[in-house]
């Protein structure tokens, strides 16, 4: 008789589709076009980047109307380097740094955006990076949503911006 | 808050460990139960009513765990419910068995928390299963490295953090982490995992659970903790002017808990706390946001050993999260660990003349707080 | 619209009373586990569902044929259901349990119908190690 069982696998395989919402759909189309968008809130004035479709500070309902482009550069707020971890799925395999950046027009971040182009040392709040879109958007090569468009972000050259420019936006 | 009083009269929790292959989930929360059924000297058959709480599902791929644990909590004819808030649900778990028993409706609750985490994968989990899932210390770090840069606190601080609470843990008996021997150089030259926070400044992952036993004054035992204050905030997870470092919520629910518990000072007034630090520079954060030290200084107290068990505020004592994380029962643990300090029955950790305690927890994107005050006395 | 497969290997620790089950029916056989008052339960539990008391410790083999108490009718089986052809879904009190289990069984089974376990040749310790229950 061999050893006791123990342990029991159980493989969990779901299959989703996702219906993308008209203002994600919205965003996706011009992110093809090359442009960043947001929606301004109407009562506050603040922009979203990504749109939500609300402002959840007003609770108002937020449209194309409200819509405004923003600049596909900004500043870097803060940021962590990777190591990812080993669990089934994981592509990455490499350390990466993310950042949370702070889109020139927008009035909060885009968070875990890829930062390339400079070693990780050298990476640093307050740095200024713009944005290298990935794909041809003639092709229709360009990818969805704003990780798929935009490959990653590198250093602009432009000189860092103070302490008071980027540390009330963690997020 | 209430119109009757709450008393913790049983605690129990199971050695938390890497793995317990020793036990199903369901015999994982009946080892912390049964042990705080034994310490209220009660029996499955005196509960009213049971609320647990764990982590989301996907964690450990069981969809809705209440119904399978039914059965092996004793809730035939009775009530059982599961309250979810990501990682602060052990936290506020407790908070809503404390209001079945304070609005009147129960007598005697069970309340558990629990996590098997190997039976799955937290950071794939958190990824919604697909590649790139930076966990819940990729998502964190660029909060902690704000936090260092806007206070100016030297970067040994995170890791003495660790030392403490690993320190701490040798003297749990529960305790998962057993890191004899821990240095500040030690902990710093151990890799990061999300830089800043290096691998020995993060929490394990771990099985287990705890568990208390909530009852009114009539059922109330000698030597029980009394709740004198409860409180939960939840904020969005992520607005323009949202600050993760100092959050609104969690200021809020810390003036609450507070203002029920007649604390106005809570830097003097506290005896012992058991706050939700997963990761190392998450003890001056909350410190701060918790009202223990003004905005800038919590690193300050952590560096003059003010945090230690020795010292005039003693934060997890037990170990903390960095010394065990069953993530839906770490929030409970900190509730837990509290009342044994107000019961005395803490064991080595055990902070002579604890009278008041605060028992934290947070989760979700640093968006959901759960917190109470117990005391040795009652309200 | 985008369509993605979440897919993950969640490990179970079964604990010596599921553990000790699935560990029978690996070895072909079907164990039961037994309340205090007596009650023998199959699948086993490890605490009594009445009473919130841990069974006790030890398992006992009951037989693998039993009746079916409650039946449903599969007749176009999906992907991932145990049977590619017509089933029935089936709670099997096997002879010498109180309780029953749930599993498929082969064709169309009625309540009443007596029925018997139908074993995989190559048995890995899983609740699958029962192919399904065929009509006596």
């Known amino acids: 008789m061999s050893e006791p069982v123990r342990f029991v696998s159980q493989k969990v395989d779901l299959d989703y589709k996702v219906v993308t919402s008209p203002v994600a759909r919205r965003f996706d189309e011009q992110m093809r076009a090359g442009r960043i968008t947001g929606h301004k809130c109407p009562e506050c004035g603040l922009v979203y980047v990504p749109p939500k479709g609300f402002c959840p500070i007003d609770c108002v309902i937020t449209d194309e109307s409200n819509e405004v482009e ?23 395999k490499e350390e990466y740094v993310l950042a949370n950046i702070l889109l020139d027009g927008a009035s909060g971040t885009i968070g875990q955006q890829r930062v390339e182009g400079i070693p990780h040392s050298e990476v640093r709040m307050g740095m200024r990076v713009k944005a290298v879109w990935g794909g041809d958007p003639n092709e229709g090569s360009r990818g969805w949503g704003l990780t798929g468009a935009i490959k990653h972000w590198e250093p602009s050259g432009e000189p860092d911006e103070p302490k008071e420019k980027y540390q009330e936006h963690v997020l | 808050m209430s119109s009757e009083r709450v008393a913790v009269v049983g605690c129990g929790q199971t050695h ?62 009775k009530p059982i419910m599961r309250v979810h808030t990501a990682g602060s649900v052990g936290g506020s778990t407790a908070v809503v068995a404390t209001h079945l028993v304070s609005s009147g409706v129960r007598e005697r609750v069970l309340t558990i928390g629990f996590e098997k985490q190997s039976e799955g994968d937290t950071t794939w989990g958190l990824g919604g299963g697909r590649s790139g ?41 529960y305790a998962h982490l057993k890191l004899e021997n821990l240095t500040i150089e030690t902990v710093m030259e151990s890799p990061y995992v999300w830089e800043p926070v290096r691998r020995l400044e993060s929490c394990p992952t771990s099985d287990g659970a705890a568990a208390m036993v909530l009852t009114n004054e009539k059922g109330a035992t000698e030597g029980a903790a009394w709740v004198h204050g409860t409180a939960i905030r939840s904020e969005l997870g992520q607005f323009p002017g949202r600050d993760p470092v100092n959050p609104r919520g969690g200021r809020d629910c810390a ?72 993530i839906g029962a770490s929030g409970m643990l900190r509730f837990l660990e509290v009342a044994l300090q107000v019961r005395g029955l803490a064991g080595e950790h ?16 640093s968006q959901f707080f759960a917190m109470w005050v117990v005391r040795n006395e009652k309200p | 619209m985008s369509e993605f497969t979440l897919e993950f290997p969640y490990r179970r620790s079964l604990g010596p009373v599921v553990g000790g089950f699935f560990t029978g029916l690996r070895d072909g056989k079907v164990l039961a586990s037994r309340t205090k008052d007596g009650r023998v339960l199959c699948p086993p539990l490890e605490y009594d569902p009445e009473t919130g008391v841990a069974v006790e410790p030890d398992l006992i083999e009951i037989s693998g044929e039993g009746v079916v108490e409650l039946a449903t009718y599969v007749e176009q089986p999906m992907r991932k259901h145990p049977l590619s052809e017509p089933f029935t879904w089936a709670l099997v009190k096997l002879d010498g349990a109180d309780t029953a289990l749930l599993h498929a069984a082969r064709g169309c089974v009625a309540k009443g119908d007596r029925v018997k376990i139908s074993w995989r040749s190559e048995r890995t310790g899983n609740i699958t190690d029962i192919e399904c229950f065929d009509r006596v």
Not at chain 1, 70 to 92: C, H, K, M, N, W
Not at chain 2, 49 to 76: H, N, Q, S, T
Not at chain 2, 273 to 287: C, G, K, Q, R, T
Not at chain 2, 350 to 365: E, L, N, P
Request: hydrophobic share 40%; proline share 6%; aromatic share 8%.
């Open chain 1, 70 to 92: 923003v600049r596909d550069a900004g500043t870097l707020t803060s940021f962590t380097v990777i190591t990812p971890i080993q669990y089934q799925g994981q592509e990455e």
């Open chain 2, 16 to 77: 938390h460990r890497k793995v317990r292959d020793d036990l199903s989930m369901a015999g994982l929360l009946r080892e912390a139960a049964e042990r705080a059924l034994a310490d209220a000297q009660m029996d499955w058959k005196d509960v009213d009513a049971v609320v647990i709480g764990k982590a989301p599902d996907p964690f450990e791929g069981i969809m809705m765990p209440e119904i399978y644990l039914a059965d092996a909590l004793g809730c035939a004819g």
């Open chain 2, 133 to 173: 899932s930076v966990g819940a210390g990729g998502y964190f770090a660029p909060h902690m490295r704000a936090y260092i840069d806007r206070s100016g606190a030297p970067d040994y601080i995170g890791p003495a953090v660790a030392v403490k609470d690993r320190r701490n843990a040798l003297k749990n008996p």
């Open chain 2, 255 to 326: 003036a609450d808990v507070y203002s029920q518990a007649g604390i106005t000072d809570p830097f003097n007034e506290v005896d012992v706390a058991e706050i939700y630090v997963p990761f190392s520079w998450y003890e001056p954060m909350w410190l701060e946001n918790l009202g223990f030290a003004a905005e800038g200084d919590g690193w300050k107290l952590v560096e003059k050993g003010v945090t230690d068990i020795t010292g005039e505020l003693p934060i997890n004592v037990s170990g903390g999260v960095l010394s065990s994380n069953p």
């Open chain 2, 350 to 365: 055990q902070i002579d003349g604890a009278r008041t305690g605060v028992g934290h927890a947070y989760g979700g994107a």
